[in-house]
């Protein structure tokens, strides 16, 4: 049996949990009666002053920022906090791809600095969550607007806070591969991280390398998101499992996401998996996260467990 669960302290805190089968899970993902965290009778309590400034990074491409910058967001959309995410992949964004907002993207950051439109111009307000905005720094495929850099990201996320609607809850910005220049820009205005990664020893290195970066920045608040994990490739020893992981990185779990080709279709529809309904089991696991990161102290919270009396590697979450 597999089980999901997320409990806190059984007392206090909402409790979701869904037990299924490995078989039902292989013939029909699509109608899983799990019950999203949504079902929650409350709403997590905020920790740390808003707004909190989250750089979603990870050195190597291709490991899940995007995707979990995008799904993140609109989970603590959907938890009723503000949020408005930044795309500082300049060149090669997509947030905007991931979160079906692409056509409504008429002014960039660019135009911002050029003085042709106004900050809350180029905020994308998302018609389902208006406690969502998306910012995008330029046009896809541009190079980096001059006179954009470090001091302009902060200044603008500055700006966010000084807005006549109030600050928001959250800044989320999507961080480019790498650690160059729009490495370097992206994280100045954070003061907490969010590495993706995936069990391979490729990602965990630039992993390593990209929390040294970030300690050197002063952000010490990092916590990982391991991505991509397979228990079947696991189990036969083909990955590494996440207590490995953790091992080596030696940093907090946010979050575990599955391989999931429900990523794929959301990603190609520009449908968000978490508002997908059923759920997949990927976005259950981007909830979750969303769930740990506002309540910071909860970071033990999850258990997705493989035969319970085993040392499964879901069951080791969090410590
Ligand atoms: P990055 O922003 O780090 O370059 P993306 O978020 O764009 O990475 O993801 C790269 C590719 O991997 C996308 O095609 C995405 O759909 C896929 N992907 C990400 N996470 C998963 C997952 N958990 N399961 C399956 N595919 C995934
Ligand atoms: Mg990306």
Request: glycine letters at 8%; a neutral charge.
């Amino acid at each position: 049996m597999v089980s999901l669960q997320l409990l806190t302290n059984p007392k206090t805190s909402p409790l979701y949990c869904h037990t299924f089968s490995p078989k039902t899970l292989k013939n029909k993902p699509r109608t899983l009666t799990v019950n999203s965290l949504l079902q929650y009778n409350r709403k997590p309590q905020l920790a740390g002053e808003a707004p909190r400034v989250v750089v979603i990074t990870s050195g190597k491409g291709g490991v899940g920022k995007t995707t979990t910058a995008a799904n993140i967001s609109l989970s603590l959309a959907r938890l009723g906090f503000s949020v408005v995410a930044i795309d500082a992949d300049v060149g090669l964004r997509n947030l905007d791809l991931l979160l079906g907002l692409e056509n409504r993207v008429n002014y960039t950051v660019f135009e911002i600095l050029n003085g042709d439109c106004r900050l809350d111009q180029a905020l994308v307000r998302d018609k389902r969550w208006s406690n969502f905005e998306l910012l995008c720094i330029s046009k896809p495929r541009s190079k980096l607007p001059i006179g954009f850099g470090a001091k302009a990201l902060v200044w603008l996320v500055d700006a966010l806070k000084g807005r006549e609607e109030g600050t928001p809850d959250f800044v989320l910005i999507d961080c480019p591969a790498g650690i160059d220049a729009g490495f370097i820009t992206a994280i100045s205005p954070a003061n907490e991280a969010v590495l993706v990664t995936t069990p391979d020893i490729t990602s965990l290195r630039d992993a390593d390398r990209v929390t040294g970066l970030l300690e050197c920045d002063g952000i010490r608040d990092i916590k990982m998101i391991v991505n991509r994990v397979r228990t079947d490739m696991i189990k036969g020893e083909d990955m590494m499992s996440v207590l490995d992981v953790q091992e080596m990185l030696g940093l907090p779990l946010l979050g575990v996401i599955p391989e999931d080709t429900e990523v794929i279709r959301s990603t190609n529809r520009g449908h968000p998996l978490v508002l997908n309904r059923p759920p997949a089991l990927a976005g259950l696991a981007f909830e979750q996260a969303a769930w740990r990161l506002v309540e910071q102290d909860s970071m033990k919270a999850v258990m997705m467990e493989e035969e319970p009396k085993k040392r499964g590697f879901f069951s080791l979450f969090g410590g």
